[in-house]
């Protein structure tokens, strides 16, 4: 008998829902068993319940341990605090690990990208803590810790080392942000000297964007605090073919949350537009971490394949299929081959 997995669901609100339907069905289709606890967050939940994050939720992701979750809107300026911040923090999930690299048959800006972006997730700026000193005088606060610092760079080193990756950067901006970049970039430098087999590098944010788009192969593993990871996970999900496309994975020492780099793309959200890829990537490495392995492989090969055929894929990335055509195209694949 092969197990069961209960996995807290989170399909979110814009185009979650839409591209969360269309990765359960592709994973159902694995044929491995699912017990999808399913919950809404934000301001859903809010109509539903009175709560951004019913209680229930959370203990959900304590039993399970994994969540799969699709975006959820942030209002911009005001109202609620980020509910993916929130769950961040609540529990410590402080890698968020996004692989960017091409699909197979699919044009792009550029070809043959092999990067890995790790970002902090719980500290810096996105700890939330502002307030107005005096009226028209607000104070944002960064929060770096050592503590934070040192464990993102030992999972980056361990990452790097464990996965045959060659090199690291710390990405910085320590010439201004002197005490806590610094801070970040002494912690770095320390647990580099565990890992001498893998070449350590740092530059300077604003020169990293330029040199990323002039040339990203002279890149592999990029290791960065909270804003700056935010930012550049997104340009590097131009090289690929953009937002549709690239996953994440936020994962701690209790539990472990998957989803896109993306956001819920209000501009294209209710009409069968959005392109499912991004979840469905993080829903591979999701299958990874539950040592499901071998279908993981099915699913990223379906994928490949749908790819290479150059059809069923969805408008964002040149195809004018649906996103129900397009998860239909990847479990027809997956039939196939196997
Ligand atoms: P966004 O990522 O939602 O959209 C940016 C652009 O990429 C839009 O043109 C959109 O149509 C396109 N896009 C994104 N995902 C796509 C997909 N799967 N297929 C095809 N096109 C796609 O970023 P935006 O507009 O800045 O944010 C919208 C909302 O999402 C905000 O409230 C933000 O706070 C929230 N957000 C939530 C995240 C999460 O839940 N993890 C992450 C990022 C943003």
Redesign the pocket.
């Known amino acids: 008998m092969s197990t069961t997995h209960t996995i807290t669901l989170i399909p979110?609100d814009?185009?979650g829902p839409e591209?969360t339907d269309a990765v359960v069905r592709i994973l159902e289709a694995t044929g491995i068993r699912f017990n999808w606890e399913r919950f809404a967050a934000g301001a859903g939940a809010f109509e539903q319940h009175g709560e951004y994050i019913p209680k229930e939720l959370y203990a959900s992701i304590e039993r399970n341990h994994v969540a799969l979750?699709g975006?959820?809107?942030?209002?911009?300026g005001e109202g609620f605090s980020?509910?993916?911040v929130t769950l961040r923090q609540k529990f410590e999930l402080f890698a968020n690990f996004r692989p960017i690299k091409n699909l197979p048959g699919l044009e792009t800006r550029y070809p043959n990208v092999d990067l890995i972006v790790i970002r902090e997730n719980t500290e810096g700026l996105y700890v939330g803590l502002e307030h107005e000193v005096v009226p028209g005088v607000v104070e944002s606060l960064k929060v770096m810790t050592e503590k934070g610092c040192t464990r993102i760079a030992k999972f980056a080193f361990a990452y790097a080392h464990t996965h045959g990756r060659k090199k690291i950067h710390a990405i910085h901006k320590a010439n201004i942000m002197k005490m806590s970049d610094g801070l970040f970039l002494r912690c770095c430098r320390e647990v580099a000297k565990g890992y001498p087999s893998v070449t350590y590098g740092e530059h300077i944010i604003d020169n990293t964007c330029m040199q990323l788009v002039m040339n990203p192969y002279q890149y592999d593993t990029l290791v960065m605090e909270n804003l700056y990871g935010d930012i550049v996970s997104d340009l590097c999900a131009a090289f690929v073919g953009?937002?549709?496309l690239v996953p994440g994975a936020n994962l701690g020492a209790e539990a472990a949350i998957f989803?896109?780099?993306?956001?819920?793309?209000?501009?294209?959200a209710g009409r069968d537009?959005?392109?499912?890829t991004?979840l469905l990537q993080s829903a591979i490495l999701m299958l990874r971490h539950i040592d499901e392995g071998a279908a993981a492989d099915r699913v990223q090969a379906a994928l490949e394949k749908t790819y290479a055929a150059k059809k069923s894929l969805?408008r964002?990335v040149g195809g004018t299929a649906g996103t129900r055509a397009f998860a239909d195209a990847v479990i027809e694949a997956m039939q196939q081959g196997s």
């Open positions: 979110g814009g185009i591209v979750k975006p959820v809107t942030t209002p911009i980020s509910i993916n953009g937002l549709g989803e896109a780099v993306h956001g819920s793309a209000p501009d294209i537009l959005a392109n499912p991004a969805t964002d």
